[in-house]
């Protein structure tokens, strides 16, 4: 099955302008009528009307553009799905106009993730994956996707020479998929060179990133060399913690096919009124990741010279050992911060249990301030070597720093500290 309104739908006035004004203007009037409203419309519909049997023959068989049925595509979701477009592939547009950069939008950045895998991995294939990902990602290639025979070797993506050891043992390997910054330890992999590492051992190995943590503002894997990036929109894509989503653009014609079919007869697609609001956050998604980046650069320093904290893990310190790359590689070093407190598990609930502005609750990426345990709550269903190993420690606290006045989450942090 072929997506008829899945065209490249890169507009080109928009390719050589700066990200803010892609985030604000591209896509806004795709897909919608000639005298749309300002903001784009919600087509808040399961399914769409013919003109004709003869039109609805036509757009069944993908002889015409045109719009059945929601999971199959729909106007608003098209919007999202054009501005992503713009802001992940713009820049390998310009530079390639011949290349198809597609956007697919999901109900939920799992539904991106899995789609998209199920996209390059069948019965029997490898899957080598970062030992460091999300826990619900961990789930799917151990719990779901061995299920179905899809095999997954597990390595640490940032350690380039276990990369190329790895890819010499399994030459036949279908994808590599990897998270940079890793969550929730903030490890940062070298993109350019795993990706380049895997052509040379394999040309037809497609290369995965998930982008959550970075955003296109900060970083844009396909830019680097990888073949498609994952993001789940509910995080710092749409900002404000009202939606769950994802999305997936991929430059790769069997990727984008592929997940398409698998899209089409799973389901996962996002909701039109979800679709309407990520797009509105994306127009302020410049302006948030610099307020993001700067308070969190603030908390970090903060946390590193605290007495009470054994470690802190964010690639925007001198002192990480990712800060060269992530100099090289992103904008900003992102908007996420991760310490170990002396005292492990029972001194991470008294911060939690007792802190003020921030919000005890897993997800990230929202505008105010987040805080959670790793161990207990994002990463419990992974098992405790696999934590431990990914330096996923019970002592472990993960802040997603808001775009609040960043004294007062440093008081909040300091109040919360003189408790352990």
Not at 145 to 151: A, C, D, E, K
Not at 189 to 218: C, E, G, H, Q, S
Not at 243 to 270: H, K, S, W
């Amino acid at each position: 099955m072929e997506d008829s309104n899945n065209p490249d739908y890169m507009e080109k006035f928009y390719l050589d302008c700066g990200f803010s004004t892609r985030a604000l203007h591209a896509g806004e009037h795709v897909a919608q009528p000639q005298h749309s409203s300002h903001g784009g419309a919600i087509y808040q519909s399961s399914t769409f009307v013919f003109d004709s049997a003869r039109e609805g023959a036509q757009v069944f068989a993908g002889e015409r553009p045109g719009y059945i049925y929601t999971r199959l595509g729909n106007p608003t979701v098209k919007m999202l799905e054009a501005k992503v477009n713009a802001l992940e592939g713009g820049a390998v547009k310009l530079a390639n106009p011949h290349l198809r950069v597609s956007t697919q939008g999901f109900s939920s950045g799992m539904a991106a993730i899995s789609t998209t895998l199920m996209a390059v991995c069948s019965a029997g294939d490898t899957l080598i994956m970062g030992d460091v990902v999300y826990g619900a990602t961990e789930h799917l290639a151990s719990g779901v996707l061995s299920r179905f025979g899809v095999n997954t070797i597990e390595l640490d993506t940032s350690d380039l020479a276990a990369v190329e050891k790895t890819l010499a043992q399994h030459p036949e390997a279908k994808a590599l998929f990897f998270e940079t910054p890793t969550n929730p330890t903030l490890s940062v992999t070298d993109i350019r060179a795993v990706a380049d590492l895997a052509r040379v051992v394999n040309p037809r190995m497609k290369v995965v990133v998930d982008n959550t943590f970075a955003t296109p503002y900060l970083q844009r894997p396909l830019e680097l060399g990888a073949h498609a990036v994952v993001h789940s929109t509910t995080k710092y894509i749409c900002g404000h913690g009202v939606v769950v989503g994802g999305v997936m653009t991929t430059i790769d014609d069997q990727i984008r096919r592929r997940a398409y079919e698998v899209l089409a007869n799973v389901g996962g697609n996002p909701s039109p009124f979800d679709a309407w609001l990520v797009n509105l956050g994306l127009k302020t998604l410049p302006i948030r990741m610099e307020r993001h980046c700067d308070n969190a650069m603030e908390v970090a320093r903060y946390l590193a010279s605290h007495p009470k904290v054994d470690r802190v893990f964010y690639p925007g310190l001198e002192t990480d050992p990712f800060h060269e790359l992530a100099s090289r590689q992103m904008k900003k070093y992102g908007g996420m911060v991760s310490f170990e407190v002396k005292g492990g598990l029972e001194a991470g609930r008294t911060i939690m249990d007792n802190i003020e502005i921030f919000t005890l609750a897993v997800s990230l990426g929202c505008v105010d301030s987040l805080i959670q345990h790793p161990a207990s709550m994002t990463h419990a269903c992974v098992p405790r070597h696999k934590r431990e190993k990914g330096g996923v420690t019970d002592g472990l606290v993960r802040v997603s720093v808001g775009i609040e006045d960043v004294q007062d989450l440093i008081r909040a942090l300091d109040r919360a500290l003189a408790l352990v």
